[in-house]
């Protein structure tokens, strides 16, 4: 009786618990899709500033190929930095350096800028940016000191550009461009903001669906579990019943053996009393006689009633009397008990229960009993 009512708040837990866990890996894999759409978005962004770089600075570099051929020269000194120059113009540009094909230093703006080699992975083919969120201006010299030296830290766009003087052509250079950030920052910013409010919206969404699917299938499966309890219990109680009736049955066996070899004495002794009551020399002992006649005759009737359930049982009789039907047939076999002790018995009763034969039998059986002795006393 403790199970059942322990197993609804276990369920319960167990379902939060589930909840929980199913919702927190959800988040985890929101976030890491987000997270992945972010960087991927920020690379077209940083994608996008370094073309359009790379498209202004190839056009200068090419007109500036364009005038140079019309007086007879394929390249001019100080030529790439003066097209890079020319396409800052058009942006925010905080800085620049430029290298020719060999990776010898052309060139830069401001000056004091470092004329250090570019590293291997900045010698590109294709244009390519980073943002630097918090970067000094000094720090552009490629000086320590000047790097070291208190200052405001802004965020900085570093593109790397290849320049060509024509599309498809050679190699002529690469650009460095350090660009003010703000824009981007800001641009990345509300990217941010859009994206962790898709991604909450997401969540809350996906988290209604997984609440209610799980919901709906641990009602499914608590239900398929009560009906397995249910089941198990029948199964349980028809193994009881069936042990039972193979006990009763050996016991049935024995009784009705050792009724049959009382019940061909009994008769003989009924038989024999029955004869004695009429030869009886007194009164007194012709009533011990009768009784002893009506003792034996009623020890021969619950015999063939105990034989006659023993015969139902044996048989495989299945049916089902009322209440009141057990009644009147246990008060109609008491009757003839009663008419001799001058006891009338009436019966008088309402329902409709049912009772299957075995136990119909066996009440009837006690029912008679009582109501024998009843009489008698």
Request: net charge neutral; aromatic share 4%; proline share 4%.
């Amino acid at each position: 009786m403790t199970a059942p009512a322990s197993s609804p708040p276990s369920g319960r837990r167990t379902l939060i618990a589930v909840v929980a866990l199913t919702l927190g890996v959800f988040a985890g894999v929101v976030a890491f899709v987000t997270l992945q759409l972010r960087n991927g978005l920020r690379q077209q962004i940083l994608l996008r500033e370094a073309e359009a770089l790379s498209a202004v600075a190839s056009m200068q570099l090419a007109n500036e190929a364009a005038a140079l051929a019309e007086v007879g020269l394929t390249e001019a000194p100080g030529e790439l930095l003066a097209a890079v120059l020319k396409a800052s113009k058009l942006r925010g540009v905080l800085a620049i350096r430029v290298f020719d094909a060999q990776r010898n230093f052309a060139g830069s703006v401001p000056l004091a800028m470092s004329d250090d080699s570019p590293k291997s992975e900045d010698w590109v083919m294709e244009p390519k940016a980073r943002l630097h969120p918090r970067e000094k201006l000094d720090s552009l010299s490629g000086s320590d000191a000047a790097a070291n030296r208190p200052g405001p830290e802004i965020p900085l766009l570093e593109a790397w550009v290849p320049l060509r003087r024509t599309e498809g052509g050679a190699l002529a250079g690469v650009a460095q461009f350090w660009i003010d950030g703000h824009g981007l920052a800001g641009e990345f910013y509300r990217l941010d903001g859009k994206l962790a409010l898709q991604a909450l919206l997401a969540w809350f969404a996906g988290g209604i669906v997984i609440v209610v699917a799980l919901w709906w299938a641990f009602r499914r499966l608590d239900t398929a579990n009560r009906t397995l309890a249910a089941r198990t219990e029948d199964l349980q109680r028809a193994n009881r019943e069936l042990v039972l009736a193979a006990k009763t049955s050996a016991l049935g066996a024995v009784t009705a053996h050792l009724i049959h070899e009382i019940k061909n004495p009994l008769a003989g002794l009924e038989l024999f009393v029955a004869g004695q009551t009429g030869a009886a020399g007194s009164a007194e002992n012709g009533q011990e006689l009768a009784a002893a006649s009506d003792l034996t005759r009623r020890l021969r009737t619950m015999i063939n009633d105990v034989v006659s359930v023993l015969r139902d049982e044996q048989h495989g009789a299945h049916f089902d009397l009322s209440a009141e039907e057990v009644v009147e047939i246990a008060a109609g076999r008491a009757r003839a008990s009663g008419h001799s002790t001058g006891v009338r018995i009436e019966t008088k009763g309402s329902g409709d229960a049912k009772l299957p034969g075995r136990q119909a039998n066996l009440a009837g059986l006690v029912l008679r009993n009582l109501l024998q002795n009843a009489a008698e006393a």
